[in-house]
């Protein structure tokens, strides 16, 4: 079992996503207390954080508190938007200290929808451009995409244009959107159904599977993922017990959290995943309960593919 820590370096960002469910902030964290909380992911005997914001990138403290969470035992990776990794010598700073995983946004196939989401011209452009200079330094990239309005019916021309573009990939991930708060709450045109997105999700995670890739997909219900429920980061944390940790820099502080279920339907009870499954994010305020649906399949071979380490 590995527990991961989340620590928000800044909650700025210098793009304005649609799809964004983190509110800006003015908040900064300064060095002493990063460390403080790196001292705390190692009491609690974390196996690594992760930097997120905001976007991190954003930080003068990033390779400090990197070489401090190194020094201190922790894997480090980031969460971020590439931007500022598509110049190299950043992307070269970072690696040198330490941090060698990285989680890059990327949001489309189609540059004009990752730019329309990011209301950033070009950040698409910037985006590939990080993901390849850390390519180069030979840096561990997960590439995360929000599942959207805007994205929902070429999730696999996403998946297919990875395997291909970018071979050293070896993972992705798929969050569905959270509507709750943020830029999120106001576009509400981001909102999709989750019937509009499930044949091309499925796609593109046999894509990945056909390529020898791992993905995972967050905030998705087990019925229409059925397959590839062993892949579900709710699931996954439900059968193995796990924990995280998140730091944050607004009046909600440190969250620990250890419970990974959300909102369940009358329909559910009878689904023989019930136990094993999240339910639905959101329900009733973004997503419909009416597009839950049981299903009747054996839960012991997810089980055990979790259990035995399989990604």
Known sequence: ????????????????CRICSNPETPYVLDLDTAKREVDDFVTRG????????????????????????????????????GSRIADA????AYVDAGLRHFHVSLYSSRAHVHDHITCVKGSWDLAC????????????VDLNTVINRFNCDHLDELARMVVHRF?????????????????????????HRLTDMEESLNKALTILSSARKTFRVERVP??????????????????????????FLDEKGTVRQTSFRHHKAQVCGVCSLDTVCAGLFDMGAGYDEAEL?????????IIRRVMGGQR
Not at 5 to 15: D, E, F, I, K, P
Not at 129 to 140: H, K, P, Q, T
Not at 167 to 188: C, I, K, Y
């Open 1 to 16: 079992m590995a527990n991961l820590g989340y620590m928000q370096l800044v909650r700025h960002c210098n793009q304005y």
């Open 46 to 81: 974390y196996d690594g954080v992760i930097l997120t914001g905001g976007e991190p990138s954003l930080s003068a403290i990033v390779v400090d508190v990197v070489r401090y969470a190194i020094d201190r035992g922790l894997s480090v990776r980031m969460i971020t938007n």
């Open 89 to 92: 010598s950043v992307a070269r």
């Open 129 to 140: 451009r990080a993901i390849a200079n850390l390519g180069d330094l030979s840096a561990n």
């Open 167 to 191: 071979p050293f990939v070896h993972h992705m991930v798929f969050n569905n959107l959270d509507p709750s708060m943020g830029r999120a709450e106001t576009n509400r045109e981001a909102l």
């Open 222 to 247: 087990l019925c229409f993922m059925t397959d590839f429920a062993y892949a579900s980061t709710e699931t996954r944390k439900i059968i193995k017990k796990e924990e995280r940790t998140v730091h």
């Open 293 to 301: 649906a049981p299903v009747f399949v054996d839960k012991e071979p």
